[in-house]
């Protein structure tokens, strides 16, 4: 945890931005796995992290805006269940940590809310258990939307001791990606290695971020099957990350072949990717909008295709127009921090767009989930991607859809290509970026570097 | 999955018990981690799992116990849904491998059980979303109690193929504790060895059945917390095990010295429990009652205790007053099946009691799940254990409870002694009872022997 300074601090921002009333912000409960006592692994709601840090189960916090105050809702273990469980520390420190001044035992919830007179402002929920209790508890009154976006506008700008958090944090991550290097070689199965960089993870208690994907599938956008052997000749795209201690994300992806060496025909696509991603680092900086970002680097896309004969044309036109979303069918990125998609369950486009009319309806432009203008303190992912999807690749054919810009002939011979994705976490600075966590091979020199030396 | 028949059988026979109705079965959903989009790891509904086997999210099962016919309710994909996710099997062919001769989608569930004229069975529910589903379908309306008692009824005896399916998913099990024998050293992490045994587990695509228990602090009887550093002289604690691929669960514990070498006191204190459990296996035997094997076990304990001047008094008195219990707080074991505590979501007393009235409210006794008259098919767990419990020793002894039977001062140099249990699960046959899956080692030899090779 933050010290508890660093909580208060946070609660009497948001307080501030909220003139006389209550936010009532419940943490999670464990989910059941198959019968009511045997519990998925546990992980807090973000925002309740955010505003107390505290990682523990059946607390709720109330903030009351006009007098500053807050109380957390909580109660102590009995003998029985420290029998048990074993002990964990009481309400009245979780409180002290936290630097909240009140606590009581969650039976008083009800009953102290009930006396406020003050409007209620609460968050969207994303679990049936939560939904039930605000239900339970306003009866659908209240109000959220001020809260919602004094919530995002705060967590949006990441401060230095979470930059360190997740540039720490990140570690882990790149250990789990060479890791997964080091392993891959032909007969190695999918299943296998996704278990050893899960369980590499676990071993420094880190849980992860989002499921892997890993597989030489890579078209597969959010692959979570691993039932294919690798063979040689073929792509292995490694999409993961771990949380940090205090369960700040971390996504990362690297592509790699399973047998240590590119060939010619994976070499060419890696280096249009690898440009794709250069050109939006040098994007990156304040004032300068995600979605120039993404569109610039479709245009290194397309240009690079067309060197290759897959697209032809004139590369604004093809871009203006999305041909290029069949080899690259998803946004440039996303916010990241205590989610992996940085706050998506307050509201895609409150978080990534100035205003909701901004998001294009195209096939493609439709899935980017950063756009506005960046400023300093944003923590976001910069992932740009090529696919051969074989579905997709059918459907356009099938409907002649921009056979002004595909060579839909030549691409037949890509079909099993699969995907390359490059991905990285940065933080915006006054001057521009700055690439978080330790290096992890990238360029072709460096990944076979690392796994020759595994061979 | 096992084949068409199989679930086809398994609806038959749970027909026949419930005249023309219907009976509902909702499949599991994914469950949010942290906003709508990302799931923590899905598992499927046991009571699913058995009477269909479809291992995919977002399905319900309908069956009509007069015409014999059931129906499959969900979802093809979209082409969006295959590019991002990939592609699955159609409901169609889901229906076909579960032998379901009707399949329809998910926005048809309400209107077909609305023309429904029989009474609606289902059974109870342990996650809000399914609870909510319920509530939405049938407002309070329905009727379960005969459908509860059915379905215990025959999941309580385990068919050859199931015995198969758990005999060879604990392969994977019997690894698990090898590894975490093999890993365990003085100066190792708590953590580092959860990790590596559940990344194992992983790495077979396999989840665990419940978390890990792997402490040094083997007294604190469902402790899932990983944070102690292991100190030669300290034992070690762990109980844990891997689902089977169709999700039969397993649950296995050893106990064994961080150094490899038990000393003489816990040497003595692991003689007892050997015992204990050795005495268990003689009394399973169909007709033999649990709830028996269970005092017998607690009378193996007292002589034990009584012999290193820990207990005293008469044997009988000591067990029918439940002064063990400070020793051996929990029950003998419990059922096991496709959850690891067999069914308790459908009601712990139902499941293993004969008679609700049968449960004792001893400290306990009262926590003994499984008390009934043993049977042919029956899978259970036979986990005796001796735990010295610092919190219960001192609140105990304030009381005076007790005191004619506990020798309180001889009991002080026990207090960091930890705890000591080993479980292993059985099928009771005809004859008696058969150990599931391949041996791991149990013996003080047998343990020091693998631990040595490490060294």
Redesign the interface.
Known sequence: MFSPDTYQNRRKALSETIEDGIIFLPGNIP???????????F?Q??NFLYFCGLDFTNLNLVMDTGSGDSTLFGDDLT?DE??????RISIKEMAGLAGINHFRPNKDLSKHLKTKKQTIHYLPQ????Q??LIDQLFNGKGSSKNLIQSVIRQRSIKTEEEIIEIDQGMVVTAEMHKLAMLLTRPGAKE???????????????RRLA??VIFSV?GE???????NNTLESGQLVLNDSGAESPMHYASDITRTFPVNGKFNKRQKAIYHIVNEMQFEAFNYCKPGKSYKDAHLKVASIAVEGLKSLGLMKGKVEDAVATGAHALFF?HGLGHMMG????D???LGEDLVGYDDKKDRSDQFGLAYLRLAKELEPGFVLTVEPGLYF?P??ID?WKADKKNNDFINYDKLDSYRDFGGIRIEDNIIITNEGYRILGPPIPKTIDEIEGLMEDNA
């Open positions: 989910v059941p796995m198959n019968y009511p006592s045997n519990h998925l692994r992980r709601d973000s003998v420290i029998v048990w469980e074993g002990d994303y679990r049936a258990d939904k039930n299943q296998t290695i996704v278990g050893q960089i899960e369980g590499f993870a676990l071993s420094y208690g989002y499921p599938r597969i956008l959010h692959n979570n099957e691993y069918p205590l989610d992996v998609h706050m998506e369950g999807i579905h997709l459907q």
